[in-house]
């Protein structure tokens, strides 16, 4: 990956987390387990192949869903690891279900190795990796049923708040969700995130109304030297003569 680049803003390399890790909030997989009550099952054998902090797999278990497979490269276990010919390893492991937020620099390799090894696979992504052409003559679309963009741009890289909000940033994601027994075109559904997004806004406003009012005395004050210097001079003047 080119130096420069970041999850979403660019920043440089020495700037972000170890192996670009940024927890997923809450409320994003929760969004996910409500839109798939019918679809996903309480047997179902779930994988996460980079769980990081649990984030996701905690919301599963509060869910009742606990037969959970939890890895992580920052654990010693990595789901890209190649063989010596330089392929990832596909190994003989199969899973219902695969959720998972990857790192979006490697998108495409866990999506790819996922659709193999699980008959349904859910992703967190942005919404931009449709402006990528490879991705579609590749077939890495194939399968996919179902698009759910949330409608609010969430901050991966701010922490979430006790109450659950989260801060908004400046990248548009959501959830992809390939289904290996479906064809047809994907299907769309935006999912509201504004119950969850954290109201910074008034005080941001308010926080312009304080600098406006700062910088409003500022020039009263310089007015008022001003016009004070200039009566001085007239009268200094004055009496000169």
Known sequence: MNKGKAY?????????????????????????????????????????PCCGKYAI?????DNNFFRLTERDLIYGNDFLKKDET??????????DAIIMNPPFKSFNAFVEKSKKIADRVYC????NFFGAH?????????????????????????PEHEDGKVEMGMMITGWFIWNNAYEGYPKIKVLDMQKFAYHKERKKKNDKNLQREDCTN??????????????RAL??????N
């Open 86 to 95: 330089g392929n990832i390893i596909i190994g003989d492991e199969y899973f």
């Open 124 to 127: 967190i992504g942005k919404m």
């Open 218 to 231: 500022m020039i009263s004050k310089k007015q008022l030297e001003l016009e004070r210097n200039f009566i």
């Open 8 to 48: 979403a803003n660019r920043k440089p390399i020495e700037q972000r987390p170890h192996e670009d890790f940024y927890p997923t909030p809450r409320c994003m997989i929760q969004e996910l387990v409500d839109f798939q009550l019918n679809e996903l099952r309480w047997e179902d054998n779930i994988l996460d």
């Open 134 to 158: 490879d991705r579609n003559v590749n077939g890495l679309w194939e399968h996919l049923e179902w698009v759910l963009p949330f409608d609010r741009q969430i901050a991966f890289d701010k």
């Open 57 to 61: 797999g905690n919301v599963l278990r």
């Open 235 to 240: 009268f200094t003047h004055a009496n000169e």
